[in-house]
């Protein structure tokens, strides 16, 4: 199936780190392997991966890559990152970007359409992306090199159409799995552990990535290649079946040290907290549980004079884009402007992009979200050393009531609104109760010992009256692990028997609450265009590939109960249908065109779009 093949020497012209430099000499077993490798954000996992992964590939344990990420995000700017490095690992290999919008991605476009222009020779180098692999995620997976989400993969162990195509293109890869606490949900832990073993039965190998992965998570994924540790060191390198590296060299960069945590009883203080940083000259963020909550506190901090800035998903893809990278040019890696910035942001900044700020205040959220979070505080240091930032530690302000004061379940969202509803309290109130005690977050000999206390075996009684919260937790959990239990297709089955052709949506790879795409439109004189068109264009010049694309980009998607008693725009309206005319059926069904007002940005009575603030529901039911 693969038609490249691995090269011998260094991947990167950098000095390795010590985890890198681990996964040089690290002994790798026979036949199939599973490597963990454990350690805190901003320690070049990804790079010790790719180590392995060309260390596996010549040793023949198998021919290409399949990197899975958690979020379409992470996706895209891993395969940024991706190309010289895959150029330097392949002859000649096929690269492809495989999630729902890879189509949007400038990077993957260009890489395709230079493809086209000017094919592919045996005589040639470099890496390239064919027309047919790109143009379908189900394909994508049979390219030298796969990057994509979680979800491509996971669909290889559901019963739905092509699920046979899937399998059978991830069989010849090393399979790189990042974020792997990310997918501790009942449901999605379920399909992992299937889809390793279904990898593990092709002789396929794997390679999972994390910074706080509960023990009892590592064991059953362990076991999926017959591995066990009962290790509590962290960081740690566990081969299954073999080895477990704990003992690193010291890292010569400056390291940050502890973090310092402290706890905030009110959105005043947190506000006061940011302003008043923000006139020391720090870079400052603040990190929402909710996106109604992250709007609240930009008008808050603009109601202060804070000139802050809004980060979060329910803005159209265009728009995000264009946001995102004004993000990453002030508090990158190598950003500038950084003095006094201020970002409001919602959980996207935990993984997606590498940010670095001087001061961090979140909302309460679960230990592994916080530690993710953490790790955009005070990151680059040998970039930016201590003696470079306008203060003198880095401190953790936490927005959390009191977890010694809990007079009733509506505890949390006494202090937080409707992010009090996010994650799961009894995680959040055990996040709160051993943060606060220890004061501190220490990186890497720290972090193992606070998350065994939210999600290890011998965690903290709840207060009596958080306890039906619990039961409601535990309820939750058991029907998610059985109806991922039923959906999943076994070996045991076979091909006929495992494989119903049903649709994705049938057999999901995440549960969550249902969601509505709404297609944001502007009106013009020549009709209704999408919001990501540039002004003075008509759509009548444009190809229906490019009209797809600017749709596409101008997409906000939202959860269908916030909209439930709105009156959105009627889709039979004549320039709606105009605009539509060009939709397969499958589209105009899932997709909601909303035109936007030109003055005041309303869509209908309780929701209007502002390019700066997002998509606004005023109403819900």
Known sequence: MSGTTAREGELFDFALRPLQEACVSLALPEGPALVVLEAETGVGKTEAALILVQRMILAGKGRGLFFALPTMATADAMFGRARRVMETMFTNPSLTLAHGRAGLSVPFRDLVNEGSRTGKS???????????????????????????????????????????????????????????????????????????????????????????????????????????????????????????VTQFDDDARPQKGPVMVERLS????????????AAGGAACVWVRNAVDDAIAAVDALRAEGVQAHLLHARFALCDRKKLEQEVLDRVGRNGAGRKGFVLVATQIVEASLDLDFDVMVSDLAPIGSLIQRVGRLWRHMDVR?????????????????????????????????????????????????????????????????????????????????????????????????HRALQNLATIEDGYRKGGCGADDTTYPTRLGDETRILALARQTDHGLVPWAQAEGVPSDELGRSELAALWALSEVSVRSKRLVGLDLPDQDRADIQEAQRYWPQWKKKAVTICPVHEIDGAICQGVCYRSDIGLLIYHSS
């Open 266 to 277: 009110t959105m005043d203080e947190a506000v006061r907290y940011i302003a008043q940083s």
């Open 122 to 244: 045996d005589d040639q180098s470099g890496v390239t992306s064919a027309e047919w692999l790109a143009s379908d995620n189900r394909r994508a997976l049979l390219a030298d090199v796969g990057i994509g989400t979680i979800d491509q993969a996971l669909l290889s162990v559901l019963p739905v159409r092509f699920q046979t195509l899937r399998h059978y293109g991830l069989a010849s890869k090393i399979l790189v799995v990042d974020e792997v606490h990310e997918m501790g949900e009942p449901y999605i832990a379920e399909e992992l552990v299937a889809l390793l073993q279904m990898h593990r039965a092709m002789g396929g190998s794997a390679i999972l990535l994390t910074a706080t992965l509960p023990l009892k998570l590592r064991a059953r994924l362990l076991e999926t290649y017959g591995g066990i540790s009962e290790s509590h060191a962290y960081p740690a390198i566990t081969v299954a079946g073999g080895e477990t």
């Open 385 to 481: 050393p201590a003696t470079q930032r306008p203060v003198p530690a880095p401190v953790l302000k936490v927005l959390s009531p009191d977890p010694a004061e809990v007079q009733d379940d509506r505890w949390l969202q006494k202090v937080l609104e409707r992010g009090a509803w996010v994650y799961s309290l009894p995680d959040m109130w055990r996040t709160a109760s051993v943060l606060f005690k220890a004061g501190q977050i220490r990186t890497p000999d720290g972090l193992r010992s606070l998350i065994e206390a939210v999600h290890g075996d011998e965690v903290e009684n709840l207060p009596s009256v958080l306890d039906g919260a619990e039961a409601e937790g535990c309820g939750k959990a058991m029907a998610a692990r």
